[in-house]
């Protein structure tokens, strides 16, 4: 019985690690929550950042960690689950990529908004769970990103003045937005909808209604009852 005891309770002390980490698994389900930080062995210490740093965002350490946990359980995994405010809309193209690649269902959990969003997308059946929601927008791009940009690569990219950088930055909004209309018109979204997200409001969150998404085709319909 004492040994009974002690194994539950090592279980138990067991739990709060295991619920810090932003992949899990649940029988045929990959668990991925941003609100816990990436694994800190995958940090570059050059980086100058914390795995801390990266509680909240979609970041690039995701890629390679995804990566490797389907290849160790391609067999096992047929499901995606999100929850995630969004974070670096590059790595999420390079999630969704592999997503898709697995042949990957996603399902949201909660809220999946932004960058998420993009994840979302990839998958071949694409559910959201009672209470969730999906927040959409196009990419953005702060100020002070803006002004650290420019500064930092100004000589290097040859920009002879604040004209010419507001030139590369217009170029690069049209790829950036045609980008995110073509991501999900190539995963089955209707035209109408995806020019919708790529073209509302920079600072705007649109949060489409369930029967909007499924007649879309970015949600599957559930099954009809018999």
């Not at 390679?64 to 809309?89: C, E, F, K, Q, V």
């Amino acid at each position: 019985m004492k040994t009974l005891a002690a194994t539950l309770l090592l279980s138990l002390a067991a739990l709060p690690a295991m619920a810090e980490n932003r992949f899990t698994i649940d029988a045929n389900v990959l668990i991925y929550n941003t609100s816990f930080p990436v694994d800190a062995t995958l940090v570059d210490p050059a980086s100058g950042m914390t795995a801390e740093d990266t509680r909240g965002d979609i970041a690039y350490e995701d890629i390679g960690a995804l990566r490797s946990i389907l290849d160790r359980n391609a067999d096992r995994i047929d499901t995606m689950r999100l929850t995630s405010d969004g974070g670096y809309i590059e790595a999420a193209y390079d999630m969704a990529a592999i997503v898709a690649d697995y042949g990957l269902k996603t399902e949201v959990q909660g809220e999946c908004s932004s960058a998420c969003a993009v994840i979302f997308a990839a998958g071949t059946e694409r559910r959201m769970n009672k209470g969730g929601r999906i927040g959409l927008h196009p990419p953005s791009w702060g100020v002070e990103s803006i002004r650290s940009y420019y500064l930092d690569w100004r000589e290097d990219s040859g920009w002879k003045d604040e004209f010419a950088f507001s030139e590369w930055v217009y170029e690069e909004g049209q790829r950036d937005a045609t980008k995110v209309f073509a991501h999900f018109i190539n995963h089955g979204v209707s035209a109408e909808f995806a020019v919708k997200i790529a073209t509302i409001g920079m600072n705007s969150m649109w949060y489409p209604t369930r029967k909007e998404m499924e007649e879309a085709g970015l949600l599957t319909p559930a099954p009809q009852a018999d």
